[in-house]
DNA sequence: ATGACAAAATTCTTTTGA
């Protein structure tokens, strides 16, 4: 049976429901979609998905942050936080569906606050990786999707996207990017495209989609087990271009 | 070294993002 999971950093919900809502009606073929920075609290998340049938649940917050689900069917939520991580912000949201235990996050830039706030982002990067180990050790179906705020080579920044400093491309946050695949997980991208400059992002400022200065930073790490069902991994390039579009596009997961 | 965009709250500026 098929089954396709999709992620998108939407930059505001509330903002930004329309673009929702006309993507899924042109992909049908999505089964549950992961957002992240809804930019809201769990009362201001819009109702129209709700009111057109659709299963929602959210971990919200105001203001900054917060990760939502949208599914065609029901999904079971597992947690709204991510165990080990001691941090009150909302960036995490995991549920069961179908079989599939997809963890939904939101993990720190790691630009702001100076090292407290690196730190926050590798202390985010331990508390996966104890999830992932004790998913592996039950021979769980999982995959952890969302935005990683990591550019894991030089391949996955355009050349002068960002300092060799920035939090996003430094060593150490490379290194909690490698131990996840370590331990046995697989970045779906890579697995279908070994090589090559893939982007899910670019910055709003000095016309960066124009000159396509882009990052890769939306990633979907998956267990052995769903690495075997992989069919495609889809950027979705083209809604970067909408009018009023988010900084991220959707990226798509399609399993056999 | 700085600013360029965009969104929300602290609202006509400031904070944060990547």
């Known amino acids: 049976m098929s089954f396709t999971f999709a992620s998108w950093n939407i930059n505001s ?8 809502q006309d993507w899924l009606e042109r992909h049908p073929e999505c089964d549950l979609l992961c957002l992240q920075e809804i930019k809201c609290e769990d009362s201001q998340f819009p109702t129209v998905f709700h009111e057109a ?3 929602v649940a959210t971990t919200g917050q105001k203001a900054y942050n917060g990760v939502a689900l949208i599914g065609r069917r029901p999904f079971e939520v597992t947690t709204h936080h991510l165990p080990g991580f001691e941090d009150p912000t909302a960036r995490y949201i995991e549920a ?3 079989g599939l235990t997809i963890g939904n996050l939101y ?3 790691g630009n702001s606050g100076g090292e407290d706030g690196y730190a926050k982002k590798m202390a985010f990067f331990d508390a996966l990786a104890n999830r992932a180990t004790t998913f592996l050790e039950s021979e769980k179906s999982f995959a952890f999707i969302g935005d990683y705020n990591v550019c894991p080579t030089d391949e996955d920044l ?3 996207a960002l300092s060799p400093t ?4 430094r060593p150490e ?5 490698n131990r996840l695949q370590w331990l046995g997980l697989t ?3 890579r697995a279908v495209q070994p090589t090559g400059r893939h982007y899910t992002f670019w910055d709003y400022q000095a016309a960066a989609f124009q000159r396509n200065s882009g990052l890769r930073i939306d990633h979907a790490l998956l267990s052995p087990r769903v690495t075997e069902r992989l069919v495609s991994f889809t950027i979705d390039r083209d809604e970067r271009a909408a009018e009023k579009a988010s900084d991220h596009v959707p990226v798509l997961v399609t399993l056999r």
């Open 107 to 109: 993990l720190p830039n």
């Open 173 to 177: 946050t490379r290194a909690a990017f």
């Open 53 to 55: 049938g659709l299963h």
């Open 158 to 160: 355009a050349p002068g």
């Open 96 to 98: 069961d569906m179908d």
């Open 13 to 20: 919900i509330r903002a930004r429901a329309h673009l929702v």
């Open 166 to 169: 920035d939090a996003l491309v």
């Open 187 to 189: 970045d779906a991208l």
